[in-house]
Every structure is written in C-alpha cells, then in structure tokens.
C-alpha cells in the first residue's frame, strides 16, 4: 500500500483524488489547500488541512497546484527524507531540499467530466535512481502508459500538447460561433471532428491534411476570407492557411 498526500484540488489535484481513492493499492493520508472552502468535497473521506505545517508523512508527496505556487510551496514542505512529486508539465525537475520528482498525466482536465486514466500518460522524472521505482509502482498502479520522460522532453510534450489540444479547442470554439451566427447546429461538425482526430492519431497528420490551402484553391480561399466579419478571425485563417502552404511548399 502506497501512502500519498496531495497538495491541491483544482482539476489535476481532484481526478487524481478520485483515482487514488478507488485504487486498492494507494491510500491517501491527506489532502492540503490554503482555502478551507476548497477542501470541502474531501472532507468526509479523507484528513483534510489548509496548513503546510499540519502535513504528516507519506511515501510520497503529490504537488497538484497552479505552476506559480508550485516552486514555493515545494519549498515550504521539503525535508531531504521526503519524496515530493509536482504534477506540472511546463517546470524543471526542481531542486529543493528534498527528494525531487515529477509525477505529470498528460491530459486536459475538467472537473465535473470522467476521465479513464488507465489509458492517460503518465510522464515521471526523478532526481533519484531508487525513487523511480517508488514513482512508478504508484502511476502503474492507476495507469497502463507509464514513460520516464526528462525535463527537457516533457517541456516539448507540454508545448505539443497547447498546439493539440488547447489551441485546436479554441478553434473548434471558433468553428461554433461561425455555426452560431448562422443558424447552424454546431453539432453537425462532430462527425468532422472525430474522423480527423482518429486520423491525427493513426497517422502522421501532415500526410492526412486537407483543404483548400493544402490545394492552393485561391477562390475558396478569398471566398472564406470575404465571409469571415471578424479581424481577428480572418488574421487566424490567414495565418493557418500560410502555414499549412508553408510546411506543403504551397504558395498563397
């Protein structure tokens, strides 16, 4: 049995609760927020405390908060005996007084929105040899993609990561107000949707791209730019379009 605390509940911190406290092979000793409020839907299933100081031990401590408290908090908490474990995936492998670790799932997270996690990456990284077998006995118990990724690799996994995922959402939000502004369910898209994101993955997505920047079709082109009312949505298609000729050897 792996004893763990957890540091946070924002939508990392929470899915990550859920999964440890289902798991037959972790328990979780405590969960930590500064905001009592926050700790409210944790507080009739485990210790809760808004107090650093009130931490008690555990085979290791999981860091679940927003990149700009992480390296302080670490800071607060270390011991050289402790096995502190940040769940970001932008920062180093830090190097406080303690046993560093990284401990990151590589995965856009809601709260109130199931995720399985036995098919979510986990991407771990330890200062110490003998602490990854610690590191990756708990993330093999809650997932079965489990890599040993450097700090540098998971910096670039992270950046690969806005492009696919938080940017392509943005557009998709794009794409709904275009729906929007025409009377059309947006929901007529999600075939589109699925298709290219189940070729993106089965395939290199530079050989499956399509459209009419891919084919240099300069009247649907022009005709999309002169529907398009918003600047700022025109500047985005302008750009992506460049882009795609780009990487294709097109020219606009």
């Known amino acids: 049995m792996i004893q763990i605390t957890l540091l946070g509940t924002g939508n990392v911190a929470t899915h990550l609760f859920k999964v440890f406290h ?3 092979n972790v328990k979780i000793n405590q969960v930590y927020n500064h905001k009592e409020a926050s700790l409210s839907p944790f507080k009739n299933l485990v210790k809760t405390t808004t107090k650093l100081e009130e931490l008690e031990e555990s085979d290791i401590f999981i860091v679940a908060l927003k990149d700009d408290f992480m390296e302080e908090t670490i800071k607060k908490i270390a011991k050289p005996t402790r096995l502190i474990a940040h769940s970001s995936g932008s920062l180093p492998l830090l190097q406080e007084n303690c046993r560093n670790a990284v401990f990151y799932p590589l995965q856009t997270f809601s709260k109130n929105t199931a995720v399985d996690f036995t098919e979510i990456p986990l991407c771990l990284e330890t200062e110490f040899e003998k602490d990854y077998a610690i590191l990756e006995n708990l993330a093999k118990s809650i997932s079965k993609k489990v890599f040993s990724i450097s700090t540098s690799q998971r ?7 806005v492009f696919v995922c938080n940017f392509v959402n943005h557009l998709y939000s794009i794409g ?9 369910p947006y929901s007529i898209l999600t075939s589109l949707i699925t298709e290219t994101a189940q070729k993106a993955t089965k395939n290199s997505p530079a050989q499956v791209q399509t459209g009419p920047a891919i084919r240099n079709d300069r009247e649907t082109i022009n005709r999309h730019l002169s529907q398009l009312s918003s600047a700022n949505f025109k500047e985005i298609y302008t750009l992506l379009t460049q882009s795609i000729q780009d990487k294709h050897g097109k020219k606009l």
């Open 155 to 161: 910096k670039s996994l992270h950046l690969s990561a």
């Open 176 to 184: 709904e107000d275009l729906c929007k502004e025409n009377q059309v």
């Open 22 to 24: 289902t798991s037959d």
